[in-house]
């Protein structure tokens, strides 16, 4: 059993480096700025996610006698460092985009001030929180995008990068806009609506298929779905016809089939012909297997007769992207700016403010400008706010449902240009004249 807090997810030279600080008395205060590098393929934008458990993350944050003692085994750090390690927690200030946000390339997600140690040793698990969630979120917009309108739901737990990614990917699609997930611990955490239909081995478990589909039906008279591809799938939709004739007849009903394998636009047409003629136009077709905003988009302009999606392995790892490019960086210390010069991975001074431009209720582009200056006339709408200080939370955070709705809203917001799934234009944005590196050598 695991019985550390997350906190001992730290990187050694976190708390190397934090001890070289204390040793030498610099505790001045901190800045760190929180961003995306650039893009995975075919991305011009991101859902900013996590942003809710970060700063949770950030108001609980200390070491537990449990954590001291592993710190102490398995650490080269001094016995008076880890003494002050005991009683360290978070007392800073947060600033970040609300969670769901649209944000792009280079613009800072989350800033954190505060003491130089403790803003640095939270480095790795605020990146952590931060990473997969908005990679996931990233990926069902896109998803959500390609299904047109048609429900989409989760599959993907089994196929994830370890159970906390699951939970992390379920809550990720629903507030980018899935029906729901399989994942019945997410669904519980979070109050997503928890889907499920059958699997192979439910129908292989019984003499024959269609015995299979009557006793599922028996038990979920009102919520059934049935797998048709276990054996011959047209022969299954036939069987699953049967089977709804003869439910019809005491008052329960089949809510859909579903199509795991196969042509799948071919496949749905056939049943969805076999379905019609047999008096169930109301049974819709679902598909899943291997699903992605590729082949999904493809299914869609090609007029495939399906009606909902389950999407697993390819949204649950998110494959075509399985990460993002994510930075924690120093901007600010003692009210000294400073910068990274390295190549290719050069970062900007200062706290930082986004400026966005909204012009027929779409938007046009942002500014980057430092967090002490005032908005630009054509820039109005500042992005980023205090949402902690002293290392308390200053307001709750929002209902799924609210984040679910912003995501919804910034999308509406977003020029097609920018979202499309092949080769999307890159958004503007641009740096106001401060961001002069020269000043921070």
């Not at 001890?19 to 800045?31: E, K, V």
């Not at 269609?210 to 047209?234: G, H, M, R, S």
Request: proline share 4%; net charge negative; with cysteine.
């Amino acid at each position: 059993m695991n019985r550390y807090r997350k906190e001992l997810s730290v990187d050694l030279y976190e708390l190397t480096m934090s001890q070289a600080f204390w040793r030498r008395g610099m505790d001045s205060t901190a800045t760190f700025s929180l961003s995306f590098r650039g893009y995975p393929k075919d991305r011009a934008y991101y859902i900013a996610c996590g942003i809710d458990e970060a700063v949770d993350f950030l108001e609980d944050f200390h070491f537990s006698a449990d954590e001291i003692s592993a710190i102490r085994d398995v650490t080269p750090l001094a016995d008076d460092f880890v003494d002050a390690l005991s009683r360290t927690g978070f007392s800073g200030t947060v600033r970040a985009v609300p969670e769901g946000t649209i944000v792009f390339a280079d613009e800072p997600l989350i800033e954190v001030t505060g003491s130089l140690i403790e803003t640095q040793i939270v480095e790795t698990m605020l990146l952590n929180i931060v990473t997969t969630a908005s990679l996931m979120a990233t990926k069902a917009s896109r998803i959500v995008q390609a299904a047109g309108g048609r429900p989409v739901v989760d599959f993907g737990s089994r196929r994830t990068h370890g159970e906390d990614a699951a939970i992390v990917a379920a809550r990720a699609g629903y507030i980018a806009g899935f029906a729901g997930t399989s994942n019945v611990k997410a669904a519980a955490l979070y109050g997503v609506p928890a889907y499920g239909t059958m699997a192979h081995s439910f129908v292989q478990a019984f003499d024959d298929e269609a015995t299979a589909f009557v006793a599922y039906v028996d038990e979920f008279p009102e919520t059934t779905t049935l797998l048709v591809d276990t054996y011959d799938t047209l022969e299954g939709v036939r069987n699953a016809i049967r089977v709804a004739e003869e439910a019809r007849s005491r008052g329960a009903v089949i809510n859909a089939i579903r199509l795991d394998s196969g042509d799948l636009d071919k496949l749905a047409r056939a049943a969805r012909e076999l379905l019609d003629q047999a008096g169930f136009p109301q049974i819709r077709i679902m598909a899943s297997g291997g699903l992605d905003e590729h082949s999904i988009s493809r299914l869609v302009e090609s007029g495939a007769l399906i009606d909902a999606f389950g999407v697993g392995t390819r949204f649950g790892t998110s494959a075509d992207a399985p990460f993002i490019d994510s930075v924690y960086k120093l901007v600010e210390v003692d009210g000294r700016p400073v910068t990274k010069l390295s190549t290719a991975k050069v970062t900007r001074p200062w706290a930082k403010q986004i400026f966005r431009h909204f012009e027929h209720g779409l938007m046009r582009g942002d500014v980057l400008a430092r967090s002490t200056s005032q908005p630009p006339v054509s820039h109005p709408h500042q992005m980023l706010g205090t949402v902690m200080k002293f290392g308390k939370r200053l307001k709750q955070r929002d209902s799924i449902a609210t984040v679910r709705e912003r995501v919804a809203s910034s999308l509406r917001s977003l020029p097609e240009k920018h979202c499309r799934l092949r080769n999307p234009e890159p958004y503007p944005v641009e740096y106001t004249a401060e961001f002069d590196l020269s000043v921070a050598r």
